[in-house]
């Protein structure tokens, strides 16, 4: 790449990083209307506030998670109940039994230490209990607009470039208005804060290999002994 051509492949590089910028608050929306809807939705279901503490328990025994029958009086079927199992040794990793689930006490917390793939999975072994919320959207057409959104995080979270930008963007807004969120109105009050502006104290040198001319200063003035 020679010199003449780093103003203009720059300015490309810049653009997208400006886009991703704008994709943060998209992002950001999605993942805390989703957990915060499913730690509501399974407690009411289950009407326990820590739905998945039978399975854990199953799990320390030694027991399987698909076993479980009944979350209180309230039936769980086994692709659920071997779901949640799946996720809980997801979230203790090699910790388990010993990991942050035992000390966990509703599902804020629980679903404070899922992936958001597990969000989607959590919702789609009870899509019974989901799917009026989503109406019209079947099971598969969920999915499908869940993982537009979730792959096109993970290829920002990431710094890959990501095509179909407005199709995401799409995608999350017709989820959350299923949650009666409006992606619009919160991404627009974001966007018209004004944080604090960032502090650099490293002034731009011809050594950073900066593409633009800087600006002229005084030659640093040099002490000289009497």
Known sequence: MSFSERPAIFSVYNRKVAEHAQ??????????????????TLEQHYKHARWWRAIYEELKRGGKAKSIAKIGAIPITRHAAFRIGTIITDIEGKSFPNGPVD????????LHDCHLMHIRQ????H????????????????TAKFEKVREARNAVYHHRSLAGM???????????????????????????????????????EKRHRIWESLPATAAPQRSVSP
């Not at 993942?31 to 915060?36: E, F, K, T």
Request: charged share 20%; with cysteine; proline share 5%.
């Open 127 to 142: 899509w019974a209990v989901f799917s009026g919320g989503f109406h019209p959207l079947s099971a598969a057409d969920f």
């Open 122 to 125: 959590l919702i789609e072994v």
């Open 23 to 40: 994709l943060f608050p998209v992002f950001h929306s999605f993942d805390n209307a989703l957990r915060s809807t499913v730690a509501v």
């Open 166 to 204: 407005s199709d995401v963007v799409a995608a999350a807004e017709e989820l959350l208005d299923k949650l009666d969120f409006s992606l619009k109105f919160v991404h627009g009050k974001i966007s018209a804060c004004e944080p604090k502006s960032l502090s650099f104290v490293v002034v731009p």
């Open 103 to 110: 000390a966990m006490t509703n599902g804020y917390e629980f």
